[in-house]
């Protein structure tokens, strides 16, 4: 909430309508903050938001903040003031325009040589396919598959598996993250990852297990976010343009 708080104070203050102590901004100068950059409306907005819980399986919308700032807009020109767009994440259903979005950038991520599970080329039928199977199990409750939007366009994804034998109801696994090429660099794999956790934890799972590719995957994400490096096997997949690579198996305790 502070870091939120310092963010609308920068604001505000860059467009001259607050001085002082940036822990002090209050409900009226986040409401100049807001006048003074209507494009961040919605990031502001959420300063004043109480925090929600989230019942295992009533999921709901929520503003995360990234890391750092993602200063391009959606038309891809920097912002004139580098204010941070809001970044909206939200569990995903199985509407077309949803698996048309996540077989889009799926394709996207594949020829651009992530390790997701797939050969590049991938056909486009194929990664609809998917998405759509993997959403209609979301809504079975099997999985959760978040979505991250910045000004109404997918920028990145992350898939929360629930669905486990039934000798391992504490866990749960994080699969199919990725982050538009315009897209990276900004924290958005962060914040995906982030709500991943807060859910996990709402659905009483307390250890998290993961894979990445050796070669080109994520090994610094994760550990960044504190997973735990178990080992690699080695030649464990082909990259997606070919070649083996081995994976490397994390796992993270989380907060009972
Ligand atoms: C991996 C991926 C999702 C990261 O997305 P992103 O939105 O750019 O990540 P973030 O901006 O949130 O990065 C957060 C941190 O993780 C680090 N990080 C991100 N991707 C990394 C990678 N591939 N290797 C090492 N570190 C990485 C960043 O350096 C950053 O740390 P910093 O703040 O200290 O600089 C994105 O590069 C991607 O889609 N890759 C292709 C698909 C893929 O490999 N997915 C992983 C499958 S397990």
Sequence with gaps: MIAIRKK?????????????DIEEIDGAQRAAARRACPNNAPWIKSSSRPKRSVEPGSLSDFLAIP???????????????????????????????????????LVETVAGGGSVGFMHPLDPGAAAAFWRAALEAAARGERIVLGGFVGGELAGTV??????????PHRAEIAKMMTHPRRRG??????????????????????????????????????KHGFVRVGEIPDFALKPL???TGTLIYYKRLAG
Excluded at 159 to 168: C, D, E, G, I, V
Excluded at 187 to 215: K, M, N, Q, W, Y
Aim: proline residues 6%; neutral net charge.
């Design 8 to 20: 609308a104070a920068r604001i505000a203050r860059r467009a001259g309508r607050v001085e002082g």
């Design 67 to 105: 890391d750092r700032p993602l200063a391009v807009r959606d038309d891809g020109e920097t912002m004139p003031d580098r204010v941070t767009p809001a970044l909206l994440i939200r569990p995903l259903g199985p509407d077309a325009a949803t698996v048309d979005a996540l077989a889009g950038l």
């Design 159 to 168: 898939t929360l598996q629930l669905a486990l034998p039934s000798n391992q």
């Design 186 to 223: 900004r924290g958005v794999a962060s914040a995906l990852l982030r709500e991943a956790e807060r859910l996990a934890i709402a659905h009483r799972r307390t250890l998290l297990v993961l894979d990445t590719a050796a070669e080109e995957g994520a090994a610094g994400l994760y550990e």
């Design 242 to 244: 070919g070649g083996l």
